[in-house]
């Protein structure tokens, strides 16, 4: 069955084929030029030099919680759960950051080998402590951390401004929590 009152018909040949495809190369190069991937190397977080005053003081409160968690509760587990939970973070603090490879593109953000999509997160903020600063990117999951990303202060102005396209920038106060690690130099 053949239908001849169809609204169009393919004739090979005709048409302007070849110039509608160059125009949208031309405009498939000017978005492949914008949405470029930037990338950078910087590290994984930020490095606090504790000395010894810090671990000892981490010693001293972590025996002292345990010493009062086992006067309460006659409960050696939960005693040596602290004690342990304390060594942890000794051994956590003492770890120094590995140098990670960021990158900015069209779809996301990889972190090492890791790609987050923007569709994770509903907005950024800046973080800015000592040398080295960082964007937190809030997630749209409620119970999800926020993620990092740590740059060098001279990028600051074309990630942020890549970001933006992407997600709305928020004004952030840090909460109480943060405020902790800041002072612990955690």
Known sequence: MKEENTPWQYKPGE?????DFEEDSAVDSERVKKYQPISWTASEYVDHDN???WYGLLSLLTLGLSLGVYLLTRDFLAAGTILILGVIVA?????K???????ISAGGIKIGEK????????SFYIIKE???HSI???PIKRFTPALSIYFDPADEDKIVKRLGEHMPYEQHEMDAIERLARRLRF
């Not at 051994?91 to 770890?95: D, E, G, T």
């Not at 950051?97 to 990158?103: D, E, F, L, V």
């Open 15 to 19: 048409g302007s084929a070849p110039s």
């Open 51 to 53: 000395g010894l005053s």
């Open 91 to 95: 051994v956590a603090a003492k770890r």
């Open 97 to 103: 950051p590995q140098q990670i490879t960021y990158q």
């Open 115 to 122: 790609f987050f999509s923007f569709k994770l997160f509903r």
């Open 130 to 132: 000592g040398d080295l």
């Open 136 to 138: 937190s990117l809030m």
